[in-house]
Every structure is written in C-alpha cells, then in structure tokens.
T-cell receptor
Framework: KNEVEQSPQNLTAQEGEFITINCSYS?????LHWLQQHPGGGIVSLFM???GKKKHGRLIATINIQEKHSSLHITASHPRDSAVYIC?????????????FGTGTRLQVFP | DAGITQSPRHKVTETGTPVTLRCHQT?????MYWYRQDPGHGLRLIHY???????DKGEVSDGYSVSRSKTEDFLLTLESATSSQTSVYFC?????????FGPGTRLTVT
C-alpha cells in the first residue's frame, strides 16, 4: 500500500513570497491530488495530475513520476492563501477509487 | 460545486447512543465516501460506496456502518457512539477521478 509524506508541516511567509510544499509517496501511481482546506474547514480540490506540470492562477503543481515526488508552488503569496494544503494519492497503484491523504501543510501568509 | 450536502452540520451526543449522518448529492455520482479528520492524522477513509447497495470498508471502519439505498444518499451510522468517534466527518464524491467534498459534520461524543 502507498504511503504519503508532506513537508513542511507548518509554513509561515510574508506576503509576496514564493511558497513550495512537497509531497512524496512510496508506490507508483496514476495521479496525485492537491487539495486546499480553508480555515473554515471546507476542502477544495486544486489539482489532479499524472505527469509534468499544471497551473491555475498563482498555483503551480509539478510531479516527477520517477522520483515519486510532487511539489505545489504558490507565486506572489497573499494572506488569502493561508490554508492547509493536502496531498493525496491512490492507496494502491492499480485502484484509483481509494485515496490516502497526507497530514497537510499549514500555511500562514502575513501581510 | 458537486452539489453535496451533509446533515447535521453539528451534533453533540452521549456515549452509547446511535448516531446517523447523512450525505446527499444531486448529480448522480456513482462513488461516495465517508472520511473522518482528526488532528495529527490525514483524512482517513471509513467506508465508501461504488453504487446502490454496494459498499466497502476503509481503513477505520470499526464501529461504523453505512447504507446506500438510493444513488443520492449515503448514510453513516455510529452504532454506539464512543468518545473516540469525536471528529469531523466529511463526505465526498468522485467524478472522473477527482474527489469533491461536502462541508463536513462536527460530531462531539460526551
């Protein structure tokens, strides 16, 4: 079964800084997910990616399949980016129906 | 917005009482999930469903049962609530591999 680790657990930044959050997993996968959990508790899917890079606004997600590693970058960070960012991968490589989740990276961006 | 609602949103109950949480979706998704979220843990799968009356256990299924008698509703029952089941419960659906989450239910067992 897959295992997933995120780093760092906590991250503070000044507004405008470039942010990187990392995710590593142990078993080959078909796709990796990045999620955002707002301070109010709601969880939103940001990206699902299986190779290369995806970009949405100031958020960029990359994945290296060979190294079993993904990064989430936030450019020109803003206080509204403060949230918990969660990485998720399939529990087993051949079954994408069940995901396992990292413990999250808590990001605080100060003005 | 995948049209997912959860009820109740907050509940306080006593140890030993049965509790049922409801997840409702409006878009006919086949896969539905129940997770719990606790400090220091990632979201953990309790049960999931891949169709009406088709369910399977997840990582932390002990003490929980589920039912799905119609596509739109997935019910999670705590048969006899314990303090260790105090948690935030999220329902989710899967659409083309991506998961979309309901707003969550905060359950406190006293």
């Amino acid at each position: 079964k897959n295992e997933v680790e995120q780093s760092p657990q906590n991250l503070t930044a000044q507004e405008g800084e470039f942010i990187t959050i990392n995710c590593s997993y142990s078993v080959g996968i078909s796709a990796l997910h990045w999620l955002q959990q707002h301070p109010g508790g709601g969880i939103v899917s940001l990206f699902m990616l299986s190779s290369g890079k995806k970009k949405h606004g100031r958020l960029i997600a990359t994945i290296n399949i060979q190294e079993k590693h993904s990064s989430l970058h936030i450019t020109a960070s803003h206080p509204r980016d403060s949230a918990v960012y969660i990485c998720a991968v399939p529990e087993e490589s051949y079954n994408t129906d069940k995901l396992i989740f990292g413990t999250g990276t808590r990001l605080q961006v100060f003005p | 917005d995948a049209g997912i609602t959860q009820s109740p949103r907050h509940k306080v109950t006593e140890t030993g009482t049965p509790v049922t949480l409801r997840c409702h979706q409006t878009e006919n998704h086949r896969y539905m999930y129940w997770y719990r979220q606790d400090p220091g843990h990632g979201l953990r799968l309790i049960h999931y469903s891949y169709g009406v009356k088709d369910t399977d256990k997840g990582e932390v299924s002990d003490g929980y049962s589920v039912s799905r008698s119609k596509t739109e509703d997935f019910l999670l029952t705590l048969e006899s609530a314990t303090s260790s089941q105090t948690s935030v419960y999220f329902c989710a659906i899967s659409e083309r591999g991506e998961q979309y989450f309901g707003p969550g239910t905060r359950l406190t067992v006293t």
